[in-house]
């Protein structure tokens, strides 16, 4: 684990202080070093990186399989599930609209899901921006999941079976690990 922060971390330093100057051949060579070596280090089945400097692409890669067994080749195009890591992105986008004063993290849920609703009223009524993203919605771990995994149901349909879910923690204090909070956050 130590390794794979370590090289992670170097990475993101070198692109970091490249992209902070201009982008010379030489170091769009390191990036590509960097990435084969990370690749050879850590063996993933099949990666691809991309780096953007001012809404454009100026190096991309992509090696090793995204189906292993069929020997299908990654390409730039690829698509990788990343879990969880898209709570990350959902909770930085949010954060860069309060930093615009496009929202607060106190502004209500319902102000901008009027249809939004749980089971408990207060819970409603009260649930802030900051709430969705901090597993304190009221809910248990994972409640409301098989409403949007391997279903067909839309995001307003999963939100509007999210009133049947039991409330089971207290409302902002208790954490309970949520993805569906993450899905209205990330909705509009």
Known sequence: MKRIITSVSFFILISVSILNSQISNQDLARIDDIVKKAFDVFKPTGLT??????SAIVYHIAIGFSNAEYRKPVNTTSLFNIASCSKAF?????GILVDEGKLKWTDKVV???PEFKLADDYITKEM?????LCH???LGT???????YNTSYTDEEVMKRMRNEPITRRFGIEFGYQNIMF????DR
């Open 111 to 113: 102000d901008y899901f």
């Open 183 to 186: 899905m209205i956050a990330g």
């Open 90 to 94: 959902t909770a930085l986008s949010i």
């Open 128 to 132: 802030t921006i900051e709430d969705l």
């Open 142 to 148: 994972f409640y409301g999941d098989l409403l949007w």
């Open 49 to 54: 990186v991309a780096v953007v400097k001012d």
């Open 136 to 138: 304190r919605s009221g």
